[in-house]
């Protein structure tokens, strides 16, 4: 836990005097030098609004906020702020955010509803993620006794259900938001990036999800998580996205880290965009640009996703259509690379170039006679 006043004077400025008789307990000292930047942590939580909380009267969303409010957290990083949900208390507490809140961290500072007379920071620490789901697990690295876990919903969800969501939309803290399930989405996927991906059951919501609503909870007309806020359509008003409690139960229950698989070849130019055609969140094409102007003009495919391409499929003039496809091949007991030649862009390549010591060099060129 960090002390605001305490960690302020400390950054000012401190020294160490390391004297022989401690010397010894120092180097055997385990220590962990965080990515957090504590000035940053501080500054953000200074300027954390309790209001929002102290100031609602019974009633208000049929008592939903009420209930739901205290096992809403703040997840702070170094470039701003996110939210999170109270799922437990076991060993010191434990919190489900969205990957993308705490991406890049193995520690996060972490503020509770009730923190507003308290100018400590609690710390957490990332103990499991998968990017694909775009999900977090967060333990507290000191246990609070006023921590107040969520009641998870087991009553099935249906569309027209009304769905509630508390977060910290745009530095607005503790904000309630209200809505009504549009449909629940199975395996759905979905873009953040050029090469991020992602796959999970999702509930489709009216219910505004704005920056800083991710990793909050959407709860029912009981209080009850159904789902963690996640994602909205920027280009659609009334579309945005919760990961299901069904993905959070398969995140929760996997031993491992679930990282996404991405081939980086910057020999093949910039990357534009990339496709995920078998829907598992890892890229399986990839689409470049060798010249400059923003437009594809080489298409990677890597279909069994083992980070190399099968094959290469160049757009000379960048008019959708390939003129050139190149792949390897088992010829007589060797791989060659095969040169597929369609100059007419009719779909069927022409010619054949065949490099026999994959030297970069075509050393044989024989007619097409099965296009």
Known sequence: MLHRRFIKNIL??????????????????????????????????EGTNFSSIEGVKRGTGKNVFLRVAPSVVKILTNEGSGSGVIISTADNGY????????????????????????DEVNIGTVIKYDEIKDLALVRLN??????????????????????????????????????????????????TSVSEHHVADVIQTQTPINPGNSGG????????????????????????????????QEFLNSAVNVERVVMENSKLGELLDTLDLNKNGNP??????RDGNKKIDLVALDKDE??????????????????????EHVLEGREIIVY?????????????GLDFDKDGKIDKVLPNRQG
């Open 340 to 352: 597929e030649f369609d100059e007419d862009e009719d779909g069927k390549a022409e010619s054949l």
């Open 95 to 118: 919190i489900v955010t969205n990957h993308h809140v705490i991406n890049g961290y193995e520690t996060v500072g972490v503020i509770f509803a009730n923190d507003s007379k308290n």
């Open 12 to 45: 000012v400025g401190s020294f160490l005097i390391v004297t022989p008789s401690i010397a010894g307990a120092i180097e055997t000292f385990e220590f962990s030098v965080p990515a957090l930047n504590s000035k940053n942590i501080l500054k953000s939580a």
């Open 217 to 248: 909870p959407l709860v029912n007309d009981n209080g009850e998580l159904v789902g963690i806020n996640t994602f909205g359509n920027s280009k659609f008003q009334g579309m945005n996205y919760s990961v299901s409690n069904s993905s959070v």
């Open 284 to 289: 399986d094409v990839y689409e470049h640009d």
């Open 306 to 327: 083992n980070l190399k391409a099968e094959k290469l499929l160049f757009d000379k003039n960048e008019n959708g259509i390939f003129e050139l496809t190149l792949y």
């Open 142 to 191: 000191q246990k609070r006794n006023d921590a107040i876990p969520i009641d998870i919903a087991k009553q099935k969800l249906n569309v027209g259900d009304d769905v509630h969501a508390i977060g910290h939309p745009l530095g607005e803290d503790w904000t309630y938001t209200r809505g009504y399930v549009s449909q629940m989405r199975s395996q759905y996927s979905w873009q």
